[in-house]
Nanobody
Framework: QVQLVESGGGLVQPGGSLRLSCAAS????????MGWYRQAPGKQRELVAR???????NYADSVKGRFTISRDNAKNTVYLQLNSLKPEDTAVYYC???????????WGQGTQVTVSS
């Protein structure tokens, strides 16, 4: 079992930056594939970025070159750095943990990111 708590969302002007954090509790954080998803009003939840327990990261085309996902296994935390934010990035951002062997998924409660002037 993994509990995820996101933080760092807020209101930012276009072109601004935010850093989201997702703190995980539970055992063996390092083996989980971690991801950030987002859901805008009236839209389906979509993958933003993923960082596996080992291997390369991947990003949605819409955020490549602007967002960076990273993890600190010693702190049981995954981060999402959001730069050059656009109004279309406005959404609730969710942290996800996926166990690669059991196939189980865990979600955080979400953090709101609003990009507006």
């Amino acid at each position: 079992q993994v509990q995820l708590v996101e933080s760092g969302g807020g209101l930012v002007q276009p072109g601004g930056s935010l850093r989201l954090s997702c703190a995980a509790s539970g055992s063996r954080f390092s083996i989980y594939n971690m991801g950030w998803y987002r859901q805008a009003p009236g839209k389906q939840r979509e993958l933003v970025a993923r960082i596996p327990s080992a291997g390369t990261t991947n990003y949605a085309d819409s955020v490549k070159g602007r967002f960076t996902i990273s993890r600190d296994n010693a702190k049981n935390t995954v981060y999402l750095q959001l730069n050059s934010l656009k109004p279309e990035d406005t959404a609730v951002y969710y942290c996800n943990a996926y166990h690669p062997v059991r196939g189980t998924n865990f979600w955080g409660q979400g953090t709101q990111v609003t990009v507006s002037s």
